[in-house]
């Protein structure tokens, strides 16, 4: 079993329509969990993080922890064509505070 | 100068060469650590340094040779490299007690031939 699981995608959604991306995580002493977005041919960005169980919303982005199920998801907003990129999961690991774990990323395409 | 910067960009080498890479970061941050990311697979993190101290190697081959002089510089010296060794080799930084909340580097694009 992977440590960190996406969906590779893509997943496609029009302009203005709710992007729903889907992580899941085998570590159950994880306490710390990041999105982070890559632009193709680009480093990746820390976009959101979140601690606790529930909703973490900045602005169009909603991250949704719940640690009983081990999943972790981001909901982009009025996706727009600029959200188009690879959304990484990233988590740290509960026995090993120094390591954060990656998925291998959800493709996001927005089309307009 | 602003955030984390790596040189070089593109590297390409063959397998006898010798060369590094460099990653400088300006942000005031204690830790800096070495990601591999290769095609279809996630970001692996090789090498962490915590005040300028080795704090995880993960398994990485002694062809990859990291060094930290001072808390804002950080090395990958690369000797006898294989062709599946070609990748992005990203350097990161972040505050010590913030693990998860790294700033990446714009990343050297290694092809080992």
């Known amino acids: 079993q992977k440590e960190v699981e996406q969906n590779s995608g893509p997943l496609s959604v029009p302009e203005g329509a709710i992007a729903s991306l889907n992580c899941t995580y085998s570590?159950?002493?994880?306490?710390?969990f990041f999105w982070y977005r890559q632009y193709s041919g680009k480093s990746p960005e820390l976009i959101m993080f979140?601690?606790?169980?529930g909703d973490k919303e900045d602005g169009r982005f909603t991250a949704q922890l719940n640690k009983a199920s081990q999943y972790v998801s981001l909901l982009i907003r009025d996706s727009q064509p600029s959200d188009s990129a690879t959304y990484l999961c990233?988590?740290?690991?509960?026995?090993?505070?120094?390591?954060?774990?990656f998925g291998t990323g959800t493709r996001l395409q927005v089309f307009p | 100068e602003t955030g984390v910067t790596q040189t070089p960009r593109h590297l390409v080498m063959g397998m006898t060469n010798k060369k590094s890479l460099k990653c400088e970061q300006h942000?005031?941050?204690?830790?800096m650590y070495w990601y591999k990311q290769s095609a279809k697979k996630p970001l692996e993190l090789m090498f962490v340094?915590?005040?300028?101290?080795?704090?995880e190697n993960n398994s990485v081959p002694s062809r990859f040779s990291p060094e930290c002089p001072n808390s804002s510089h950080l090395f990958l010296h690369l000797h006898t490299l294989q062709p599946e060794d070609s990748a992005l080799y990203l350097c990161?930084?972040?505050?010590?007690?913030?693990?998860?909340?790294?700033?990446f580097g714009e990343g050297s694009r290694l092809t080992v031939l």
């Open positions: 990161a930084s972040s505050q010590d007690s913030l693990p998860g909340e790294l700033f």
């Open positions: 570590d159950r002493g994880s306490q710390s």
């Open positions: 979140i601690y606790s169980n």
């Open positions: 990233a988590v740290v690991s509960g026995y090993n505070t120094d390591k954060l774990i």
């Open positions: 942000l005031g941050h204690n830790a």
């Open positions: 340094y915590s005040l300028e101290e080795r704090v």
